[in-house]
C-alpha cells in the first residue's frame, strides 16, 4: 500500500510486468497527486527500467547500473526522463514540472560527485540535460513576444532559466574545486537557444507549392508517415526536423526523379523557393539558409541523408507534424506549446559555446572536431 498526499510525489513504486510464464520486466514510476475532490487526479510518470534488474543493458559494465542505485537509490534511467509532454498537455502545471525536473538534477549531481572522487585519470564526460529542457519549457516567461506568454505567471517563473544556469555554475564550482591545476576542463554546449514562436508544416508547404501530392486532392490533410501521399506524383518529402528528400528512382520504394541532372535541378528549384518562402502574418523570412547533403554531411551513408536541409530562422521551427510524415491543412501555425524555446534554427542563430582552461593550438572550434581537441589535451598526436 503507499499513503500519498496530495500535492507530492511518491516514492520510487517497483512495477512487475508478466511477459510469460517464465519471462517478466520489471520497471519503476512515480505518481504525482494533483487532487482528489471532486475527481480524482493521479499522475504517473514514465516508467523507467529499474536499474537494479533492467530488461536489457544499460550501462557498462553490465553491472554499473546496480551498482550506482545502491549507492544513490534508485533513479530515472530513461534517456530523456523530463516529462515535457505532460507539460504540453497540461497533465501536470509548471510547479509539478519542476519539483520532477529538480529531481533529476540531483540525481545526476549525486553520479558526477560519486564519479568524478573516485577518478583516477584519463577522460572524464558527464552530461547535463537539465539547461536544455528547461529553456524548452520556460522560455516563453522571458519573452513578451510569445504566443503563450502570461504576465502573470512570468512574474512566478520568469527566472527559471537564470536559476537553472545559477544552478549550474554551483556544480561546475564544485568541480573546479575537486580538480587539479594540471586538469583541462571543457564545458560544451552543442547549440544555443532561441525563441519558438511559429511551427512550420514543410510537407504541407512542399504540397502547396506541387512538390508534394495526396492520394485524394480533395484531402485536407494527410496522416503521418505519408500514409496519405502518392508517390506516383510526388517529387519530394519532408521527414525530421528540416531534412527534405528527393524522391529518387532507385532510392525510394517508388521513386519517381532520376538521379543526377533531374534531381539536381529540382533540389535548386526547391531551395530557390524556399529562400523566397514569407511569413505574411509576420512579414519575415522564414527560411535563413538551404544546404545540400554535401554540405553538411559525409560518410558512406551519405546517400541516405537529407537530399536538402533547411536553417530556419530565429522564431521558425519544423512542426512535430512534419517530423513524423505528416501533411496538416495549415502551412504554418503560432506555436502555443510551453515548449516555447528551441534550437531546431539555423547554426548561426543558436551558436553553442566551448570553454576550456587551457590554451589549445586551433583556430576555430567545430564541434565535429571535439575528438581532436581531446586527443590534444591527453597529449595525442590525433590520427585524422
Known sequence: HIILKKGHWSDWIKLNFKIDIFKSVNGICRFYLKNVYPELELYCSAINFDPRKPAFTISYPRNFARELSRDIGLYHTQGMPYDTWALNEGRIDEDIFLEQANSILKER?????????????????????????IQHMFWHYQDQQSHTYDATKAAIYGNVILQCYQKMDEILGWVMKNIDSSTALIVLSDHGFNSFHRTVHVNSWL????????????????????????????????????????????????????????????????????????????QRLIVKRVYTSEEIFNGPCINDAPDLFIGFNEGYRASWQTALGAVPESVIEDNLKPWSGDHLFDPSVVPGIF??????????????????????????????
Open 109 to 133: 549531481e549525486a553520479i558526477l560527485r560519486k564519479e568524478l572522487k573516485r577518478f583516477k585519470g584519463g577522460l572524464f564526460f558527464f552530461y547535463f540535460g537539465y539547461p536544455d529542457i
Open 207 to 282: 504540397r502547396a507549392n506541387g512538390f508534394l501530392f495526396l492520394k485524394d486532392d480533395n484531402l485536407r490533410n494527410g496522416g503521418e508517415f505519408f500514409k496519405d501521399v502518392d508517390w506516383s506524383r510526388t517529387k519530394a518529402y519532408a521527414l525530421g526536423f528540416g531534412g527534405i528528400y528527393i524522391n529518387q528512382r532507385g532510392r525510394e520504394g517508388e521513386g519517381i526523379v532520376s538521379s543526377g541532372n533531374e534531381k539536381e535541378q529540382l533540389k535548386k528549384e526547391i531551395s530557390d523557393e524556399l529562400y523566397q518562402w514569407r511569413d505574411s502574418a509576420e
Open 355 to 384: 570553454l576550456v582552461n587551457q590554451k589549445l593550438n586551433i583556430d576555430k572550434v567545430n564541434i565535429v572536431d571535439i575528438k581532436s581537441v581531446i586527443l590534444q589535451l591527453l597529449g595525442i598526436q590525433s590520427y585524422l
